[in-house]
């Protein structure tokens, strides 16, 4: 059966971007021309996905508004010719995919997040996509990781190695590999506090693709670190159980949930933007001489 749903989680307070996030969602900053959810949600429907459930919260009203339309602003485009390309690009946004939303009503961690993803789920494996990773390749990230669900049939994390620093702030995974760039994922933590607690600097970073009894675990799963209910807890008991599958996907990520995560991306997709890239290239070289 081809996975049709995802859900984006965005109901984080973003507090690693404040003041920033104050009163702007932060997945709705930019990536030069556009906010970073959208490049998640174009993600999604480039790898099949048709119906997506976006969990948000009190004040994160912008991401809804921003998958609607905007009937003022559409009207007004539509009188100047000059501005046909601009009106697409504006009532894209409205039509990618059918858009969901729920609200997380407390801000309990991402599992208690997905926990409110069960009724639009109902029994069906789904795509996660968290909303403030954004990946930018040839190959949808979550497309290579649905392909790993079709190929092993288990659930899958999208995974990456990072340094021995920034593990303490991930998951770290127990990993053998299977071939290539995939993996057997057989246990996990989260936020290892001691070197001893590392099981390897593979961490799941920003995509998964879980089966619907995630539902009935995370349920029964206490709180973890930072006492809210953590996916990656609930995620280790299948690795346990079933067995889950870590893809290291091709891509460049982007945490837009940091400040340097945010700078990067607006660089590196400036760099490749018709309208700034040569701007920006000789703007970066004139810079760099006094760096
Ligand atoms: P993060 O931990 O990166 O987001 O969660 P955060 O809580 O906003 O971060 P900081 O530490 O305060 O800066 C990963 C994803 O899970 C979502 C976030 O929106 C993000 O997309 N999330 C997190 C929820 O939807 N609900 C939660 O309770 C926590």
Request: proline fraction near 4%.
């Amino acid at each position: 059966m081809k996975i049709k749903k995802a859900v984006i989680p965005a109901a984080g307070l973003g507090t690693r971007v404040l003041p920033a996030s104050k009163s702007i969602p932060k997945e709705m900053l930019n990536i030069v021309d556009k906010p970073a959810i959208q490049y998640i949600v174009e993600e999604a429907v480039k790898a099949g996905i048709t119906d997506i459930l976006i969990i948000t919260n009190r004040g994160k009203g912008a991401i809804e508004d921003h998958f609607d339309h905007s009937f003022e602003l559409e009207s007004n485009l539509s009188k100047n010719p000059d501005k046909a390309d601009i009106l697409k690009e504006v009532q894209s946004p409205a039509s990618l995919a059918n858009i969901y939303f729920i609200r997380q009503k407390e801000t309990k961690g991402l599992g208690d997040a997905i926990l409110r993803a069960e009724q639009f789920i109902g029994n069906e494996p789904f795509a996660v996509l968290y909303g403030d990773d954004v990946i930018i390749g040839e190959d949808p990230a979550i497309a290579q990781l649905l392909r790993a669900y079709e190929e092993y049939g288990k659930g899958v994390v999208g995974i990456k190695e990072v340094t021995k620093e920034q593990i303490k702030k991930y998951s770290s995974l127990k990993v053998e590999n299977i071939k290539d760039n995939v993996y057997n994922v057989t246990d996990m933590v989260e936020k290892p506090k001691t070197d001893a607690e590392i099981l390897s600097l593979y961490s799941i970073l920003g995509r998964c693709v879980l089966t619907p009894e995630i539902f009935d675990i995370l349920k029964k799963t206490p709180l973890g670190a930072g006492n809210e209910l953590q996916l990656t807890d609930a995620m280790k008991t299948l690795a346990k159980t079933k067995g889950m599958t870590g893809v290291d996907f091709t891509g460049t990520r982007y945490d837009m949930g940091n400040k340097f995560g945010m700078l990067k991306a607006n660089i590196e997709v400036g760099l490749n933007h018709p309208e700034t890239k040569d701007e920006l290239k000789a703007y970066l070289k004139e810079i760099s001489k006094n760096l």
